[in-house]
């Protein structure tokens, strides 16, 4: 919304008991504040005199003046903090403006700022402001405002405090121009001096007015600059496109062509999981076994670890030379690494370091599992190679034996006196004993003519297998030195003759190119192993990688482009998955299967969701899940399909597997529904209900048009209508969530009925619909089979608005959901994702493949077309749920997206980042990600 469109330039929010009377004051002083003698005010405040009605939403008047104003101000009091009303005004700010432009002035109580976030022990604060902001805020203390005469005098200091921002002036000059305009007003003019003033003002009116149009074209101007170079960044650098994309937003965070840039690099490469930037080149790297840490070696002689989510852990320096290996044990206590002619072992957590130091280079490395042993291959000369295992403590040398003959890739140890050594043309050795001897050796025959030109093979971490890429293939070979060696191959789509990472257990092959990462599964012709999309996929969002291993198995990845380390997820489905879990649905079984039912309580806590039973012959599973955690809380076969889930999770209303009305209490058994009946002729017990706030009734809308209010056992409360006869086609069905009205699709046709004495029922017109949805403030949205959306207002019946279909193809069942917020409309398409379209825009803001499963060549995509999305109340959640399994749920809280943006980049821009797009330095006020994030 432009400038131009709102009507206030602040909105106060406060408790109407504790601060009223500071309220009125402070609009007052305000408005007059630096106000010219002429003008009845200097901005304009909104301050609700009304208290909130008995509902829980905002009521229209204030929701109205909240997006109608530029900058929102908290009356901050412990009563404030506990008003329900405040805490509304705050979470729709949130929600829908730019946190920073919420300011807090403080009136009672306490609020500490600790590290980087409010203190817990803050009693003046409402909860949802814990975690917005990263900075210290600025607050405004009126706490020891004097009262004269019953009336607060604010000093004048602390009202420019507030205005400064709004007004975006500093406060020198905003007293300054109060004491001016005050020295104006008490003035006597003559009536000469009278038509001067009134002539210079309305020209410096005029002017005024016309330098802040130029600013706002600049600003609009430099923040299409901005998301635009972020578009041109986002195949091969993530993270500059998305600093680009946070600065454009920060100028802009109305426009949905910004938001859809920031969008698009936060759905970007889902993969992805941090950028860490190290300040030197990266020569090496490596991760643990069990996925807890990752390790970078760099070229000017410094080792960095980082835990799983990419927070530091330990850093050491070795020296100046380059660190050309690294190795790292099982569980990431310890690490190993070359840096010129000295081996160094290293604890992250200790901070301990131990150097074998050497005369000759080294070839290789290896760490025992038991973290004792490390063994070292000394290259002394090109035919004379010396293995040594030494102690990890001390250094010591324990063994020694010669192992001529071949290049060395990798080391292994079998057990601590044990080493299998991995060499080039596939060749693996093991050598034992107190003089190192072979016991034992693999040789295979050479595979191609080109055997030669394998100077970029490479090994599993430990040395299971054998990769290599050529001409767009890779194989792989398993490297046990007692059988044959078992070979399988994977297509990639390089050319080039790259360096290849292959997983510890040879299901998946890595290969870098200029477009990013290559990521193919071995195995099954078309699988999509271990949560691909499909049998290969391309990381992109990085320039390639000069270094680059598997750790954690096969889900994690580890790479590197010049100083930047990035850390991979391959399971992870998104930047925006808030939380993913899998439950026991079957796909394989019934093809044809249609999307899975899903019912979320009100309070958006606990979700019913009801799929194909993979553990028995015939029926569904229904699991009541707890949406905080992800986890099952209870699970029942004797349910087909759910409803209505209470706020608490104790009972849950829908029909069983012969589908007449059931109850069920997880943990116990499920029950006939008391007086609930199946009507006549109908499928289906229920159309559609919503429960009142006590959630003790239910207004029903049934599946041939009745509409009744019940009790939870299905006692009848009320008769609004009675069904109607069995030749209408009832479908799509909706009831608002303050039971004001209820909308049904009959033949074809939306009838919107308003409940009251009599009922009020209008038919609209307009293509079929098959999806219906009330929005918070009351409207109707209607979804079509095409992916469109039309908005009806709820005062006229009028089509006020439509979305668009989008480039893509549609699923229908399940397929489509609306924010109860109005916010945001999301539609799954054919392909297996979910599109996500600006609902006041209708502007495609972008979308995101869907999690699926990772057993080789037990998904089929059509499973991620089948899945059903609904809208988590009381959050600006998503929640999809596939047909096999998997529950998500996903941040569209667009006022997050930036932090999460700053989190994953690790950095800020640079200044030369910033110049070269902008073409003029870095703002007084800095940049919107902190540095070193």
Sequence with gaps: MSRSDRWYDLFISYNHGADSTTAEALQTDLQRFARPWWALRSLRVFRDQTDMAAGVELDDTAQAALS????????????????????????????????????????????????????????????????????????????????????????????????????????????????KRARQRVASFTAMAVAVVLAATATGFIWHNRRTTLAAERIATEAQRLSAAAQAQLPTRLDLAGLLAVEAYRLRPGDPRIQSTLFQVISASRSLRRFLPTGAEVSAVAGSADGSVAVAGLRDGRLLAWDAAGNRIGATDTGDRQISQVVVANDGKTVVAVAGRDVVVWHPQGASQQRIRGSSAVGAVGLSASQRRVAVAWVVSDTNTVLTINDAATGKEIRRGPINGFTLRRLRFVDDDTVRACGGFRRVVTYGGTNLSQ???????????????????????????????????????????????????????????????????????????????????????????????????????????????????????????????????????????????????????????????????????????????????????????????????????????????????????????????????????????????????????????????SERSLTVLGPRGQIEERRVDGTRIRVWRNGSNESSSYDAAAVAADRSSVAQVVDGRIQWTALRSPLSTITLTGPEPDSLWFTAGGDLAASRRDGSLIIYSRRTGQAVRTLPVGPAQYTIAGGRALDRGGRWFARVTTSGGVEIVDADSGYLLGGFPLPMRGEPGKHSPASAQRTTVVSRPGTSELLTLSADGYLTRWNLARQSWSAIVCRVAGRQLTSAEWTTVTGHDVPAEGLACPQGR
Excluded at 113 to 120: H, K, T
Excluded at 158 to 163: G, P, V
């Design 439 to 693: 016991i034992a050796a693999y040789t295979p025959e050479m595979l191609f003519p080109w055997v030669s030109r394998l100077g970029q093979e490479s090994y599993s971490a430990g040395c299971e297998f054998h990769g290599f890429s050529i001409n767009g293939s890779v194989t792989v070979t398993a490297t046990a030195a007692t059988k044959s060696a078992e070979t399988a191959h994977a297509d990639t789509g390089v050319a080039d003759e790259l360096a290849t990472a292959v997983s510890s257990d040879g299901k998946l092959v890595a290969v870098p190119s200029a477009d990013g990462i290559h990521v193919a599964g071995i195995g099954e012709q078309g699988a999509a192993p271990y949560g691909l999309t499909a049998s290969s996929e391309l990381l992109s969002g990085v320039p390639g990688a000069s270094a680059l291993e598997f750790y954690g198995g096969s889900r994690r990845l580890i790479s590197a482009f010049g100083t930047t380390v990035v850390l991979w997820d391959l399971e992870q489905p998104g930047r925006l998955a808030q939380t993913t879990a899998g439950f026991s649905f079957s796909w394989n079984r019934r093809q044809s299967m249609s999307a899975p039912d899903v019912a979320v309580s009100d309070n958006g806590r606990f979700a019913a969701i009801s799929g194909e039973d993979k553990d028995v012959l015939v029926g569904s599973r229904t699991t009541l899940v707890d949406l905080t955690t992800g986890r099952a809380v209870d699970s029942t076969t004797a349910l087909a399909r759910p409803d209505w889930v209470s706020s608490n999770g104790h009972l849950v209303l829908g029909v069983d597997t012969e589908y007449d009305p059931a109850l069920w209490r997880p943990g116990g058994a499920v029950t006939t529904a008391g007086a609930w009946e199946r009507p006549a002729g109908s499928a289906f017990p229920f159309g559609a209900m919503q429960a009142d706030s």
């Design 68 to 179: 109608r104003s530029d900058w929102f101000l908290l009356l901050a009091s412990p009563e404030s903090a506990n008003s329900r009303w405040v805490r509304h005004e705050v979470q729709w700010w949130l929600r829908n403006r730019d946190p920073s432009r919420l300011l807090v002035a403080w009136t009672s109580g306490t609020i500490n700022w600790v590290g980087r976030d409010f203190a817990p022990s803050s009693t003046a604060l409402p909860r949802d402001l814990y975690g917005v902001f990263t900075r210290e805020r600025v607050l405004v203390d009126l706490s020891t405002t004097p009262i004269v005469d019953g009336r607060p005098r604010f000093d004048r200091q602390r009202l420019a405090m507030i205005l400064a921002p709004v007004r975006e002036r500093p406060m020198a000059s905003l007293l300054d121009d109060d004491r």
